[in-house]
């Protein structure tokens, strides 16, 4: 199995930033993309922004050069750097890793961390 253990999230004014970490542990797997999801009460589960093993990123438009995600390979870790926070990044935001294990593709998801920004 895999854990996902997060940290990091917490309260902060708009405008500030916080810094969001997941670290990935366990036996026999292998990681291709690491991501951070949102979900906002009342609100569907968003994607935020993903890293792929290679680097290459994606960011969901409404954090577009407010977030910036990066992963250490060697060490399992995703972060997000988040700065000119709004009201609206409100959310609980999640780790999520999709890779293998033992050959098979497999999704695994952190337990949440709440990120609230103040007004």
């Known amino acids: 199995q895999v854990q996902l253990v997060e940290s990091g999230g917490g309260l902060a004014q708009a405008g500030g930033s916080l810094r969001l970490s997941c670290a990935a542990s366990?036996?026999?797997?292998?990681?291709?993309?690491m991501a951070w999801y949102r979900q906002a009460p009342g609100k569907e589960r968003e994607l935020v922004a993903a890293?792929?093993?290679?680097?290459?990123?994606n960011y969901a438009l409404s954090v577009k050069g407010r977030f910036t995600i990066s992963r250490d390979n060697a060490k399992n870790t995703v972060h997000l750097q988040m700065n000119s926070l709004k009201p609206e990044d409100t959310a609980v935001y999640y780790c999520?890793?999709?890779?293998?294990?033992?050959?098979?593709?497999?999704?695994?998801w952190g337990q949440g961390t709440q990120v609230t920004v103040s007004s």
């Open positions: 999520n890793v999709y890779g293998t294990m033992l050959g098979v593709p497999r999704t695994w």
């Open positions: 366990g036996t026999l797997f292998s990681i291709n993309t």
């Open positions: 890293v792929i093993s290679c680097g290459t990123t």
